[in-house]
């Protein structure tokens, strides 16, 4: 997934996003614990689509903060 992808969307499917890439990351840990897992390079993707979704989630509350301080010190 492309963080251009990810910027267009809203909060909410962010998080929904990001729940789901949590399961798929568990299921692939355990298929890879048992041996059935073919494609390793899976894991290595949803990690990083996981630190990606988080990165942009934490850009935007950053992003809300200062604003938040801007308007603080003009008043």
């Not at 729940?19 to 890879?32: G, P, S, V, W």
């Not at 894991?43 to 301080?69: G, P």
């Amino acid at each position: 997934m492309k963080p251009s992808e990810i910027r267009a969307m809203t909060d909410e499917e962010i998080a929904r996003r990001l729940d789901e890439a949590y399961q798929e990351l568990f299921n692939l840990r355990f298929q890879h614990a048992i041996g059935q897992l073919r494609n390793t390079a899976r894991l290595r993707q949803v990690r990083r689509d996981i630190a990606r979704l988080r990165t942009i989630l934490r850009e935007r509350e950053l992003a809300a903060w200062y604003e938040s301080m801007e308007k603080e010190t003009e008043e």
